[in-house]
């Protein structure tokens, strides 16, 4: 399934994998078990500008053993997480306005597909599960940030 092959930045290893488990537990609901991967990521990786590099953004699998990324780098961990139970998410690329600057950038967040329902935009970034507020400006959606 095209949304759940691993890319070059959104990897996916025994680790990411494990873990993954691990949050979901024996969950069986996909919105309960989606939320508490994104929750797991919205609280336990720091949001650190240190992390953006002029070449690219770090992998999915560094982002995990470092517990810290930005706005690129923290929707891939969670595409990842959820990528390894065979959950289809993706990455979305745009913009949004923020209160660092009081203006709109470049920011990324997820999908993630629900059957029967489509894809829903999670933004692990913002804690924003299953919606997105009005000031996200959506102008890509790949599997690859």
């Known amino acids: 399934v095209k949304y759940t092959e691993p890319t070059a930045f959104i ?3 025994a680790d990411i994998t494990n873990k ?3 949050v979901i537990g024996g ?3 996909l919105y309960k078990a989606i939320f508490k991967v994104a929750d797991w990521v919205n609280h336990d990786v720091d ?3 240190t992390t953006l590099t002029a070449d690219a953004v770090q992998k999915s699998s560094w982002v995990y053993e ?3 990324g930005v706005c690129a780098e923290i929707p891939n961990l969670c595409i990842s997480m959820l990528s390894s139970v065979g959950i289809p998410a993706r990455f979305i690329g745009g913009q949004s306005y923020t209160n660092i600057g009081n203006k709109f950038g470049n920011h990324g967040w997820a999908e993630v597909y629900f059957p ?3 894809w829903v935009p999670f933004d692990v970034t913002y804690g924003q599960y299953g919606w997105i507020d009005p000031a996200h400006l ?5 599997t690859e940030s």
């Open 20 to 22: 993954t488990v691990e």
């Open 47 to 49: 949001y650190d500008l």
């Open 116 to 118: 029967g329902e489509g």
């Open 11 to 13: 990897d996916i290893n």
């Open 138 to 142: 959506k102008y890509k959606e790949s």
């Open 27 to 29: 969950e069986t609901d």
């Open 66 to 68: 470092n517990k810290r």
